[in-house]
């Protein structure tokens, strides 16, 4: 996984004592949950730069981007 980081947060003490009486892997708990979160965000920030290449791409005529594509099969 690599380097880790340290990091502190603060929850309700029922919330602590529930996780822990249901044998809840707190750590654990805490990866997958800031995992999910990045793995989230990336997505967001790669559908926006689509989103920014769409509004490009649509702005290139249609019959010029067939000729490019025609062009590169011929070159293979």
């Not at 769409?54 to 070159?75: A, M, W």
Request: hydrophobic share 35%.
């Amino acid at each position: 996984m690599g380097e880790q980081a340290t990091i502190t947060a603060k929850i309700p003490v029922e919330h602590k004592e529930k996780l822990r009486k249901y044998g809840v892997n707190i750590n654990r708990l805490i990866n997958e949950a800031v995992a999910h979160e990045v793995h989230r965000l990336d997505e967001e920030e790669y559908q926006a730069v689509l989103k920014e290449a769409s509004k490009i791409l649509q702005k290139i005529p249609e019959d010029h981007l067939v000729e490019l594509i025609r062009s590169g099969r011929d070159e293979r």
